[in-house]
Nanobody, 123 residues
Framework: QLQLVESGGGLVQPGGSLRLSCAASRLTFNYLTIGWFRQAPGKEREGVSCISSSGGSTNLVDSVKGRFTISRDNAKNTVYLQMNSLKPEDTAVYYC????????????????WGPGTQVTVSS
């Protein structure tokens, strides 16, 4: 079974930065499309960013464009989400998810999910 584990969350002041990591347990990592999602209290889960197996990336919400960057290091079986200029409204549990065979523009659901990591932006 594919396992994903997020790390790098924590408490940061507005305007600060965090880098989240998503590590996968399988050697098939290179073939996976990886998405970052987040869920704030009282809100629905939303897609934040996505990166395909070929390295093409997409930000999924306008609110993070210019501030968040997704990247991958296949040698380390890891995908990163660099978050800069953080705002209180970025506070949420952040999840990484994986799917094989299809890319970021596909409507196919992500079948594999990590347990999430808390990001809190507050003074």
């Amino acid at each position: 079974q594919l396992q994903l584990v997020e790390s790098g969350g924590g408490l940061v002041q507005p305007g600060g930065s965090l880098r989240l990591s998503c590590a996968a347990s399988r050697l098939t990592f290179n073939y996976l499309t990886i998405g970052w999602f987040r869920q704030a209290p009282g809100k629905e889960r939303e897609g934040v960013s996505c990166i395909s197996s070929s390295g093409g990336s997409t930000n999924l919400v306008d609110s993070v464009k210019g501030r968040f960057t997704i990247s991958r290091d296949n040698a380390k079986n890891t995908v990163y989400l660099q978050m800069n200029s953080l705002k209180p409204e970025d506070t949420a549990v952040y999840y990484c998810a994986a799917k094989p065979f299809t890319g970021c523009d596909s409507s196919t659901d992500f079948p594999f999910w990590g347990p999430g990591t808390q990001v809190t932006v507050s003074s």
